[in-house]
Protein backbone atom coordinates (compact mmCIF):
# COMPACT_ATOMS: atom_id res chain seq x y z
CA UNK A 1 0.00 0.00 0.00
CA UNK A 2 1.78 3.08 -1.32
CA UNK A 3 2.09 5.53 1.63
CA UNK A 4 1.72 9.70 1.20
CA UNK A 5 3.89 12.50 2.35
CA UNK A 6 2.20 16.04 1.96
CA UNK A 7 3.38 19.19 3.99
CA UNK A 8 0.97 19.89 7.16
CA UNK A 9 -0.14 23.17 6.44
CA UNK A 10 0.02 26.09 3.89
CA UNK A 11 -0.58 29.92 3.54
CA UNK A 12 -1.37 31.74 0.24
CA UNK A 13 -2.79 35.10 -0.66
CA UNK A 14 -5.91 35.87 -2.06
CA UNK A 15 -5.52 35.52 -6.32
CA UNK A 16 -2.03 33.32 -6.10
CA UNK A 17 -1.27 29.92 -7.64
CA UNK A 18 -0.86 27.24 -4.93
CA UNK A 19 0.63 23.95 -5.74
CA UNK A 20 0.44 21.11 -3.33
CA UNK A 21 3.26 18.93 -3.49
CA UNK A 22 2.27 15.20 -2.38
CA UNK A 23 5.29 12.30 -2.18
CA UNK A 24 4.45 8.65 -3.25
CA UNK A 25 7.61 7.04 -3.23
CA UNK A 26 6.19 3.45 -3.44
CA UNK A 27 3.41 3.64 -5.79
CA UNK A 28 2.35 0.53 -7.72
CA UNK A 29 2.01 0.16 -11.39
CA UNK A 30 -1.76 0.32 -11.24
CA UNK A 31 -2.39 3.19 -9.00
CA UNK A 32 -4.40 6.39 -9.33
CA UNK A 33 -3.50 9.67 -7.96
CA UNK A 34 -6.18 11.59 -6.27
CA UNK A 35 -6.95 14.82 -4.21
CA UNK A 36 -10.04 15.46 -2.26
CA UNK A 37 -10.98 18.59 -0.53
CA UNK A 38 -12.33 18.92 2.90
CA UNK A 39 -14.11 22.05 4.65
CA UNK A 40 -14.70 21.89 8.10
CA UNK A 41 -17.59 19.70 9.40
CA UNK A 42 -18.55 18.56 6.00
CA UNK A 43 -17.56 15.13 4.51
CA UNK A 44 -14.76 15.64 2.01
CA UNK A 45 -15.20 16.36 -2.09
CA UNK A 46 -13.40 14.55 -5.19
CA UNK A 47 -10.89 17.45 -6.83
CA UNK A 48 -9.36 15.58 -9.84
CA UNK A 49 -7.62 12.30 -10.38
CA UNK A 50 -4.52 10.92 -12.59
CA UNK A 51 -2.43 8.03 -13.95
CA UNK A 52 0.73 10.36 -15.23
CA UNK A 53 1.78 13.16 -17.08
CA UNK A 54 -0.93 16.33 -16.19
CA UNK A 55 -4.59 16.44 -16.06
CA UNK A 56 -6.83 19.38 -16.08
CA UNK A 57 -10.54 20.24 -14.90
CA UNK A 58 -12.56 23.21 -14.42
CA UNK A 59 -10.97 23.63 -10.81
CA UNK A 60 -7.20 22.18 -10.73
CA UNK A 61 -4.23 20.70 -12.82
CA UNK A 62 -2.60 17.73 -11.57
CA UNK A 63 1.24 17.28 -12.38
CA UNK A 64 2.67 13.99 -12.28
CA UNK A 65 6.07 13.58 -13.02
CA UNK A 66 7.22 10.22 -15.67
CA UNK A 67 8.84 8.02 -12.56
CA UNK A 68 5.25 9.16 -10.53
CA UNK A 69 6.63 9.36 -7.30
CA UNK A 70 5.02 12.27 -6.47
CA UNK A 71 2.58 15.02 -7.77
CA UNK A 72 1.65 17.98 -7.57
CA UNK A 73 -2.05 19.37 -7.19
CA UNK A 74 -2.49 23.02 -8.86
CA UNK A 75 -5.08 25.28 -7.51
CA UNK A 76 -5.05 28.37 -9.98
CA UNK A 77 -5.83 32.12 -8.48
CA UNK A 78 -7.29 30.97 -5.10
CA UNK A 79 -10.14 32.33 -2.68
CA UNK A 80 -10.50 32.78 0.47
CA UNK A 81 -13.23 30.07 0.07
CA UNK A 82 -10.35 27.68 -1.26
CA UNK A 83 -9.66 27.72 2.74
CA UNK A 84 -9.40 23.75 3.18
CA UNK A 85 -7.84 20.43 3.68
CA UNK A 86 -6.42 18.83 0.78
CA UNK A 87 -5.92 15.12 0.68
CA UNK A 88 -3.72 12.80 -1.70
CA UNK A 89 -4.81 9.31 -1.89
CA UNK A 90 -2.92 6.60 -4.15
CA UNK A 91 -5.24 3.69 -4.17
CA UNK A 92 -5.32 0.85 -7.10
CA UNK A 93 -8.65 -1.02 -5.85
CA UNK A 94 -11.87 0.01 -3.72
CA UNK A 95 -9.89 -1.27 -0.08
CA UNK A 96 -6.85 0.93 -0.78
CA UNK A 97 -8.73 4.08 0.83
CA UNK A 98 -6.11 6.01 3.03
CA UNK A 99 -6.25 9.15 3.36
CA UNK A 100 -3.46 10.57 6.00
CA UNK A 101 -3.65 13.53 7.32
CA UNK A 102 -3.54 15.97 4.44
CA UNK A 103 -2.36 19.78 4.25
CA UNK A 104 -4.55 22.08 5.46
CA UNK A 105 -4.21 25.11 3.14
CA UNK A 106 -4.97 28.81 4.45
CA UNK A 107 -5.97 31.36 2.32
CA UNK A 108 -5.28 34.74 3.36
CA UNK A 109 -6.78 38.36 2.30
CA UNK B 1 -24.70 17.12 -4.74
CA UNK B 2 -25.00 13.47 -4.31
CA UNK B 3 -28.23 11.68 -3.18
CA UNK B 4 -26.29 10.31 -0.06
CA UNK B 5 -28.37 10.91 3.57
CA UNK B 6 -26.81 10.04 7.13
CA UNK B 7 -29.20 9.34 10.25
CA UNK B 8 -28.70 10.00 12.89
CA UNK B 9 -26.84 13.35 11.95
CA UNK B 10 -26.14 13.65 15.85
CA UNK B 11 -26.25 11.10 18.76
CA UNK B 12 -25.10 10.50 22.81
CA UNK B 13 -25.25 7.12 23.68
CA UNK B 14 -23.74 5.54 27.04
CA UNK B 15 -20.85 2.93 26.71
CA UNK B 16 -21.96 -1.04 26.46
CA UNK B 17 -25.40 0.17 24.27
CA UNK B 18 -25.76 -0.76 20.70
CA UNK B 19 -25.53 2.07 18.07
CA UNK B 20 -26.54 1.72 14.41
CA UNK B 21 -25.99 4.53 11.65
CA UNK B 22 -27.82 4.16 8.76
CA UNK B 23 -26.56 5.31 5.40
CA UNK B 24 -29.49 5.82 1.94
CA UNK B 25 -28.47 6.71 -1.10
CA UNK B 26 -30.39 7.42 -4.32
CA UNK B 27 -27.66 7.09 -6.85
CA UNK B 28 -28.17 3.11 -7.19
CA UNK B 29 -24.14 3.37 -6.60
CA UNK B 30 -22.36 -0.30 -6.31
CA UNK B 31 -19.79 0.55 -3.91
CA UNK B 32 -20.64 2.28 -0.14
CA UNK B 33 -18.09 3.18 2.35
CA UNK B 34 -17.90 4.20 5.77
CA UNK B 35 -14.93 5.87 7.58
CA UNK B 36 -14.48 7.42 10.67
CA UNK B 37 -12.94 10.86 11.25
CA UNK B 38 -11.02 11.71 14.26
CA UNK B 39 -9.62 15.47 15.47
CA UNK B 40 -6.09 16.26 13.59
CA UNK B 41 -6.82 13.09 11.60
CA UNK B 42 -7.43 12.15 7.82
CA UNK B 43 -10.40 9.80 7.09
CA UNK B 44 -9.69 5.81 7.84
CA UNK B 45 -11.88 3.09 6.33
CA UNK B 46 -14.00 0.95 8.26
CA UNK B 47 -15.87 -1.41 6.34
CA UNK B 48 -17.14 -0.93 2.73
CA UNK B 49 -19.48 -2.64 0.13
CA UNK B 50 -19.65 -4.00 -3.40
CA UNK B 51 -22.92 -4.98 -3.38
CA UNK B 52 -25.80 -6.01 -1.76
CA UNK B 53 -24.56 -8.77 1.05
CA UNK B 54 -20.94 -8.19 0.12
CA UNK B 55 -18.58 -6.36 2.44
CA UNK B 56 -15.54 -6.42 3.25
CA UNK B 57 -12.90 -4.82 6.18
CA UNK B 58 -11.25 -2.10 6.26
CA UNK B 59 -8.05 -0.50 8.34
CA UNK B 60 -9.97 0.04 11.78
CA UNK B 61 -12.80 -2.61 11.43
CA UNK B 62 -12.42 -3.87 15.06
CA UNK B 63 -15.88 -3.07 17.12
CA UNK B 64 -17.76 -2.59 13.84
CA UNK B 65 -20.02 -4.69 11.73
CA UNK B 66 -22.33 -3.67 8.63
CA UNK B 67 -24.77 -4.86 6.33
CA UNK B 68 -26.21 -4.17 3.03
CA UNK B 69 -29.58 -5.89 2.48
CA UNK B 70 -30.20 -3.56 0.03
CA UNK B 71 -28.50 -1.45 -3.18
CA UNK B 72 -29.40 1.68 -1.52
CA UNK B 73 -28.67 0.87 2.60
CA UNK B 74 -25.68 0.62 4.30
CA UNK B 75 -25.85 0.11 8.13
CA UNK B 76 -22.98 0.41 10.54
CA UNK B 77 -23.11 -1.11 14.10
CA UNK B 78 -20.85 -0.65 16.97
CA UNK B 79 -22.51 -4.25 19.25
CA UNK B 80 -21.16 -2.34 22.45
CA UNK B 81 -20.10 1.27 22.19
CA UNK B 82 -16.85 2.06 23.68
CA UNK B 83 -15.60 5.83 24.18
CA UNK B 84 -12.88 5.94 21.66
CA UNK B 85 -15.82 5.60 19.57
CA UNK B 86 -16.44 8.88 19.56
CA UNK B 87 -15.88 10.41 16.16
CA UNK B 88 -17.30 11.83 12.99
CA UNK B 89 -18.77 8.85 10.36
CA UNK B 90 -18.55 9.35 7.15
CA UNK B 91 -20.85 7.23 4.65
CA UNK B 92 -19.92 7.73 1.02
CA UNK B 93 -20.46 5.61 -2.36
CA UNK B 94 -19.04 4.85 -5.79
CA UNK B 95 -20.14 4.11 -8.82
CA UNK B 96 -17.08 1.80 -9.31
CA UNK B 97 -14.84 0.58 -12.06
CA UNK B 98 -12.23 3.51 -13.51
CA UNK B 99 -14.56 6.08 -11.47
CA UNK B 100 -13.99 4.29 -7.88
CA UNK B 101 -11.57 6.79 -7.21
CA UNK B 102 -14.23 9.28 -7.31
CA UNK B 103 -16.42 9.18 -4.13
CA UNK B 104 -19.35 10.92 -3.23
CA UNK B 105 -19.33 11.54 0.93
CA UNK B 106 -22.58 12.06 3.05
CA UNK B 107 -22.63 15.09 5.63
CA UNK B 108 -21.78 13.14 8.77
CA UNK B 109 -22.97 10.97 11.90
CA UNK B 110 -21.17 13.07 15.09
CA UNK B 111 -20.98 10.35 17.43
CA UNK B 112 -20.71 10.67 21.21
CA UNK B 113 -20.13 7.85 23.49
CA UNK B 114 -20.32 9.09 27.04
Known amino acids: LAKTTQPISMDSYEGQEVNITCSHNNIATNDYITWYQQFPSQGPRFIIQGYKTKVTNEVASLFIPADRKSSTLSLPRVSLSDTAVYYC??????????FGSGTQLTVLP | DAGITQSPRHKVTETGTPVTLRCHQTENHRYMYWYRQDPGHGLRLIHYSYGVKDTDKGEVSDGYSVSRSKTEDFLLTLESATSSQTSVYFC?????????????FGPGTRLTVT
Open chain 2, 92 to 104: AISEGGRTTYEQY
Open chain 1, 89 to 98: LVRGSARQLT
